[in-house]
């Protein structure tokens, strides 16, 4: 009966789901799908076009510092503008800095491009959260972050099996290696452009005016500095870890092992599945909990 009970809450919680938040996993889904063609396909492209692996890194590592740069002017931005416009300007500009990356025959452009790309994707990513806030109530807030987190990863699959397909379609069709990456990648700013039709159908609530003090608070990341260096340092941790070997995951692949990009996709979207499982059971775990907290 409890197992019956908690179904039925979660199936109520999706009905709760507001029209607002349903556009915006729509095009956050196609604004991921663009960014997974971009992981999966950029590496290789350089590689193929001549530049080495020093070169590769410091366009990845200038893709993060980018996000670093957007994260504290998105939240200032998130709390005093409607969300809306912003969404629809990062897409519009986020398109063009990878339109840039899959044709650019100049290494500065490619740097440039690379650093406006992770800003703006950083930026659709830090004001999903004041949008989801605003568009839910506490009962299903759990859900829709969960369904978010769970919609990057889904587009993450198909993005990476649907690169390293068009790679190989390209190539048949060329039978070009560069041309064959860049057309891909250019099918993926094409998908990630059709965004802009969900959302623009968002209607965007005003900002309220504690709206900044509720997102970010310096008196706040004063006051509990230890919790946030305890929640924050084991990211530092892993995602340092991380750094070094999932970007190069795909030449690794290639170098190593002689696989295809379309090889590569699959298994890039083996590993998404693995993360889709696990998040997709997150709220259901947390309502098992409540109700085991209840019977002890």
């Avoid at 899959?102 to 290494?107: H, T």
């Avoid at 002689?258 to 996709?265: A, D, F, K, N």
Wanted: with cysteine.
């Amino acid at each position: 009966m409890a197992m019956k009970k908690i179904l039925a809450d979660y199936i109520l919680d999706l009905r709760l789901i507001q029209k607002n938040v349903r556009l915006f996993l729509v095009g956050g889904l196609l604004m991921g799908v663009l960014s997974a063609f971009i992981q999966l396909l950029l590496n290789l492209y350089l590689k193929q076009i001549g530049y080495q692996e020093g070169f590769i890194g410091r366009v990845l590592s200038l893709g993060s510092f980018g996000a670093m740069t957007a994260a504290l002017p998105a939240v200032y931005l998130a709390a005093r503008f409607k969300i809306k416009p912003i969404l629809l300007l990062t897409i519009v500009l986020m398109s063009v800095a990878y339109f840039v990356l899959s044709l650019s025959p100049w290494s500065s452009l490619i740097l440039i491009a690379a650093f406006v790309g992770g800003l703006l994707m950083a930026v659709k990513n830090v004001v999903s959260a004041p949008f989801l806030m605003r568009n839910s109530t506490e009962r299903e807030r759990t859900l829709i972050f969960a369904l978010n987190f769970s919609t990057w990863i889904v587009s993450g699959i198909f993005g990476s099996l649907g690169g390293g397909w068009l790679h190989d379609v390209y190539l048949r069709m060329t039978g070009s290696d560069v041309k064959s990456y860049q057309y891909a990648m250019i099918t993926a700013v094409v998908i990630g452009m059709l965004a802009l039709i969900p959302f623009s159908l968002i209607k965007s609530p005003e900002p309220r005016p504690d709206d900044l003090s509720r997102i970010f608070s310096w008196g706040a990341l004063k006051a509990k500095r230890k919790l946030f260096f305890k929640l924050t340092f084991p990211y530092l941790l892993v995602g340092a870890g991380a750094g070094l070997i999932i970007p190069f995951l795909n030449l690794y692949f290639r170098n190593r092992f002689h696989l295809e990009p379309g090889r590569i996709g699959v298994y890039f979207a083996v590993l998404q599945c693995a993360m889709l499982v696990a998040v997709l059971i997150v709220p259901i775990m947390n309502a098992i909990l409540d109700t085991l907290r209840l019977w002890c």
